[in-house]
């Protein structure tokens, strides 16, 4: 498996609270993503960098705000939960070569309450 | 914009019987396709991508332009072949940002 570490695995919060997801990578790839999965709607982009310091909006991105100051490292920021942001959250990596596939990681269950 | 379709939520089927998981796109470029599975409660996992042409655990998927479609077939279902299906369309101008189908979840009963 791609060494990639998603936490926390699990959280519980109430809206209105700040929430940051952290994705740590060790295969130095470039490229790292943001994907919420909800029934239906299989996986959505909500953020992604293609660099450090260098992000860039997806799909879904209101109410969410990443950084990347490390290669390693992206973090994924809920300003103020609200209960539509309930979801199963999941890292992607992926090398710079283009037509490389994504690796995932575990993913982060997150309740709003 | 670029959009994926998988038209089934779930497909149950018998242990042995063929299994054929459908995918539509619409892309104006030169597509490039995945298939990722999430078994129970894991992490996705690449199943196939077209350019390798290749089968894995029995599947196989075939691109058809002209259609726009990329279906996944297996001829025997087994019941570890029971989980969730994503078919998956890669953005190369933008990042390679993947954009996925709702997902099949396949269930494959003894």
């Known amino acids: 498996d791609a060494g990639i570490t998603q936490s926390p695995r699990h959280k519980v919060t109430e809206t209105g609270t700040p929430v940051t997801l952290r994705c740590h990578q060790t295969e130095n790839h470039r490229y790292m993503y943001w994907y919420r999965q909800d029934p239906g709607h299989g996986l959505r982009l909500i953020h992604y960098?293609?660099?450090?310091?260098?992000?860039d909006k997806g799909e879904v991105s209101d109410g969410y705000s990443v950084s990347r100051s490390k290669t390693e490292d992206f973090l994924l920021t809920l300003e103020s939960a609200t209960s539509s942001q309930t979801s199963v959250y999941f890292c992607?990596?992926?090398?710079?070569?283009?037509?490389?596939?994504?690796?995932f990681g575990d993913g982060t269950r997150l309740s709003i309450l | 914009a670029q959009r994926v379709t998988q038209p089934e939520k779930l497909l149950s089927v018998f242990k042995g019987a063929p299994v054929e998981l459908k995918c539509n796109y619409s892309y104006s470029g030169s597509p490039e396709l995945f298939w990722y599975v999430q078994y129970s409660r894991q992490r996705l996992q690449l199943l196939l991508r077209?350019?390798s042409r290749e089968s894995i655990k029995g599947f196989t998927a075939d691109l058809n332009k002209g259609e726009t479609s990329f279906h996944l077939k297996k001829p025997f279902a087994q019941e570890e072949d029971s989980a969730m299906y994503y078919c998956?369309?890669?953005?190369?101008?933008?990042?390679?940002?993947?954009?996925f189908g709702g997902g099949t979840r396949v269930l494959v009963k003894p």
């Open positions: 992607a990596i992926a090398p710079t070569a283009v037509n490389q596939p994504q690796h």
């Open positions: 077209h350019i």
């Open positions: 998956a369309l890669d953005n190369k101008a933008a990042g390679n940002k993947l954009t």
């Open positions: 960098s293609y660099g450090v310091k260098d992000t």
